[in-house]
Nanobody, 124 residues
């Protein structure tokens, strides 16, 4: 049974930082491309960042480049998203997700098979 559990969300003032974590269990974590997505109320879920199985390749949405950093610790089966210089428009529910196979060309929510329950980020 694949399980992804996000944590680390909260409320922060603009310009502040948060670090999200996503703990995985129930599958071979190191074989999965992992991603972070966000969804604001009334809007479509959209990609934030994704990372290859070995952590050497990362991809970011233009809106977060230079501010957010995705990383993973395969030994701990944990995915991270360091978010700096947060803006009010970053407010959303953040989800981690996993897919088998490649990462480079797979940035859409529909490309990912496994999802966490989400963690709320509010920037004021």
């Amino acid at each position: 049974h694949v399980q992804l559990v996000e944590s680390g969300g909260g409320s922060v003032q603009a310009g502040g930082s948060l670090r999200l974590s996503c703990a995985a269990s129930g599958y071979t974590y190191s074989s999965k491309c992992m991603g972070w997505f966000l969804q604001a109320p009334g809007k479509e879920r959209e990609a934030v960042a994704r990372i290859s199985t070995d952590g050497t390749l990362t991809y970011y949405a233009d809106s977060v480049k230079g501010r957010f950093t995705i990383s993973r610790d395969n030994a701990k089966m944990t995915l991270y998203l360091q978010m700096n210089s947060l803006k009010p428009e970053d407010s959303a529910t953040y989800y981690c997700a996993a897919r088998s196979g490649g990462c480079a060309s797979y940035g859409l929510p529909a490309d990912y098979y496994y999802w966490g329950q989400g963690t709320q980020v509010t920037v004021s």
